[in-house]
């Protein structure tokens, strides 16, 4: 399905949904990959920090994949690793059975893989803004990310936090007053800037933090050799992504083993035995 260019000044190439899932193996595997995890087969990625935490093991199945790439893939993950399975809904469904065989479950919501050609404009708002800067910056943005995941902190800061401060990832942070209440991650790869978490408790949703935060970081970060932006996004986050120009270019059933239902609650996803 073409992504087609809704940027009105200059002409772009549209990209299909093969495209923007390469973009998403890249990014995820920058982002949160351990040294030796980045590992790519025919319809398939996985990127693995082999932390024993399900958000930051990211893998995927593209819309090409099939019988033999979801084998493939869950050889890599055997049957004990806790990992997210973003797959195309277009995918056969024996790529899906080869991960339900080794312990995983597939989310009952769609989750959308989007995709914008449009740098945003700054939202505004009653926050401060800003790219951390300092260590106590990243301590920060870790917390947040850390209470929203229900991940150990430690898992965090040796995994995504290790890219911020190795220059692969930059961290930003809305304030409201005195008070953080917003964090977002972005890396980047070739013109591709990814939207790899976003993280606001659930005290201060609905105030329009994270349409500050997001729009300024992203407006900042997208300079003349950015062309686009990607994200995985949640059934919670689709409208904020939707409102700041980011289209749906795939739907994924995500496959996921070891995910904690507080985090399951949160990003609008039910268990899959739980009534709809």
Request: aromatic share 6%.
């Amino acid at each position: 399905m073409p992504l087609s260019c809704d940027q009105s000044t200059t002409a772009r190439t549209p990209l299909d949904t093969m495209d923007v899932w390469a973009d998403v193996a890249a990014l995820t595997g920058r982002f949160y990959a351990a040294a030796q995890g980045h590992l790519v087969g025919e319809g398939w990625f996985a990127s693995l920090s082999s932390l024993p935490t399900t958000e930051l093991n990211v893998c995927g199945l593209d819309s090409s994949a099939d019988g033999r790439s979801g084998a493939e893939l869950a050889a890599v993950l055997g049957t004990e690793l806790p990992a997210l399975v973003f797959t195309s809904k277009a995918v056969s469904p024996s790529a899906r059975d080869a991960l339900m065989d080794v312990g995983f479950d597939v989310t009952p919501v769609l989750e959308p893989v989007m995709c914008s050609r449009t740098r945003p404009r700054p939202s505004g708002g009653p926050f401060e803004v800003r790219r951390c800067s300092t260590a106590d910056d990243l301590d920060t943005a870790l917390d947040l990310t850390a209470a929203a995941h229900q991940v150990p902190r430690h898992f965090l800061s040796s995994s995504i936090g290790e890219a911020a401060t190795a220059g692969r990832a930059s961290v930003w942070l809305a304030h409201q007053g005195d008070q953080p209440v917003s964090t977002v991650w972005l890396t980047r790869v070739g013109a591709c800037l990814g939207v790899m978490e976003m993280m606001t408790p659930a005290e201060y949703q609905g105030r329009g933090a994270g349409r500050a935060l997001l729009s300024h970081a992203l407006h900042t970060e997208w300079g003349e050799s950015v062309d686009r932006s990607v994200l995985l996004g949640t059934p919670a986050g689709r409208r904020l992504y939707e409102s700041l120009g980011f289209v749906a270019v795939d739907e994924s059933l995500t496959c996921a083993r070891g995910l904690d239902d507080a985090v399951r609650d949160a990003i609008g996803q039910s268990r899959p035995s739980d009534p709809s």
